[in-house]
Antibody, heavy 115, light 108 residues
Framework: EVQLVESGGGLVQPGGSLRLSCAAS????????MHWVRQAPGKGLVWVSG????????GYADSVKGRFTISRDNAKNTLFLQMNSLRAEDTAVYYC????????WGQGTLVTVSS | EVVLTQSPGTLSLSPGERATLSCRAS???????LAWYQQRPGQAPRLLIH???SRATGIPDRFSGSGSGTDFTLTISRLEPEDFAVYYC?????????FGGGTKVEIK
């Protein structure tokens, strides 16, 4: 059974940092590009960042460029998102997802940025 | 950035009726790199269609996708009770990847 399990969310003050993790199982993680997508409360889906299977190429939405860093550990089947200089507008559920045509998604982890 | 505009914002229909959802792109994004997702309340998005018209694994054949260039359509041939949800289109041919704002299909 394919599973993507996010962790690391929580409440953080503006300007703070969090590191999200996504543990993958049930498929060959090292062969798949991966993405982070977020959804603010009551709002739509927004792509945040993506990384190719070998980790050499990454991409970011303009809203997070320079603040967030995506990475992966293929030996541990884990995807990461390091989030620095967090703002109130980063408050959202963060989903990890596999390459798009495959369509595996986790259940999400909530990040709340508030003082 | 490719802006995706979904219409209508809300579609009110009865079970058994046909639903037609539109997704229009602000510019061509190369080929048919468009996906459709269904999201029910409190759940993660579920991939329905990729490559504009290819059904994802396990998706019933009442769901179909069509279109190319800048105009794409998701059709649900006969609505089942579990199909009442929000639907999003997504383009992945240009960076950054972008989503449409969503269409809510509600029970009339």
């Amino acid at each position: 059974e394919v599973q993507l399990v996010e962790s690391g969310g929580g409440l953080v003050q503006p300007g703070g940092s969090l590191r999200l993790s996504c543990a993958a199982s049930g498929f060959t993680f090292s062969s798949h590009g991966m993405h982070w997508v977020r959804q603010a409360p009551g709002k739509g889906l927004v792509w945040v960042s993506g990384i190719l299977s070998d980790g050499r190429v990454t991409g970011y939405a303009d809203s997070v460029k320079g603040r967030f860093t995506i990475s992966r550990d293929n030996a541990k089947n884990t995807l990461f998102l390091q989030m620095n200089s967090l703002r109130a507008e980063d408050t959202a559920v963060y989903y990890c997802a596999s390459q798009i045509a495959v369509g595996y998604w986790g259940q999400g982890t909530l990040v709340t940025v508030s003082s | 950035e490719v802006v995706l505009t979904q219409s209508p914002g809300t579609l009110s229909l009865s079970p058994g009726e046909r639903a037609t959802l539109s997704c229009r792109a602000s510019q061509s994004f190369g080929g048919k790199n468009l996906a459709w997702y269904q999201q029910r309340p409190g759940q993660a998005p579920r991939l329905l269609i990729h490559s504009a018209s290819s059904r994802a694994t396990g998706i019933p054949d009442r769901f179909s996708g069509s279109g190319s260039g800048t105009d794409f359509t998701l059709t649900i041939s006969r609505l089942e009770p579990e199909d009442f949800a929000v639907y999003y289109c997504q383009q992945y041919g240009n960076s950054p990847i972008t989503f449409g704002g969503g269409t809510k299909v509600e029970i009339k």
